[in-house]
């Protein structure tokens, strides 16, 4: 008869992997939390951000009001006119042609609107961002993460939707002690 002379070898091993998962949380480093929409709303960019944003649609709008006008002028000869006459053709085409121009300029001047509004976001995310991470440096913090507080409504409208807000969502509980981000809108002013 044979025995296996090692079978405490995969025991061992077991149990060493075992406690080092098991060990303390303070190995594992300190951690924060930041709620980085709120962040954001605080920074002192955001409100010119979305004030040029705001103008910017404002003055798209009012431009597309003046070419309307001008183009229910042309409709209104349009309607006046006999189907007959010789020059209906030109103004049925002219009509269109300031219809489609007005349409056209008005989604250009909204995606221009929307681009810089972006943009102008992305520079202060990575402003808050950039501010978070000193922060951490000077804490000591080795890791921070997003956070949005348990009382924000997910305000889903559909199942995918709740999928991805739920997602969007990794941390699901943070002690008020570990949650950083009244200390990084303090920096913002």
């Known amino acids: 008869m044979r025995f296996n002379v090692l079978p405490w070898k995969p025991a ?20 924060a939390v930041v709620d980085i929409v709120k962040a954001m709303q605080a ?6 951000v979305e004030d040029k944003f705001e103008q910017a649609q404002k003055n798209a709008e009012n431009e597309l009001n003046l070419q309307d006008k001008d183009i229910q002028e042309l409709k209104r000869e349009l309607e006046a006119m006999p189907a007959e006459a010789p020059e209906r053709i030109e103004k049925e085409k002219l009509y269109q042609r300031r219809v489609s121009n007005a349409k056209f300029n008005y989604e250009w001047d909204m995606r221009l609107a929307v681009r810089e509004y972006v943009l102008g976001l992305e520079r202060i995310y990575g402003a808050v ?32 939707d709740f999928a991805l807000k739920t997602r969007l969502r990794g941390v699901l509980f943070a002690a008020n002690e570990v949650d950083i981000t009244a200390a990084i809108i303090k920096r913002f002013k």
Request: aromatic fraction near 6%.
């Open 12 to 31: 061992l091993v077991a149990l060493a992997v075992a406690l080092l998962w098991c060990a303390p949380a303070e190995a594992a480093g300190k951690t």
């Open 43 to 48: 920074h002192p960019r955001t409100k010119v």
């Open 129 to 160: 961002r950039g501010e978070v991470g000193r922060y951490a440096k000077e804490q000591g913090l080795d890791i921070v993460l997003q956070y949005t507080p348990a009382i924000t409504p997910l305000n889903a409208g559909d199942p995918k």
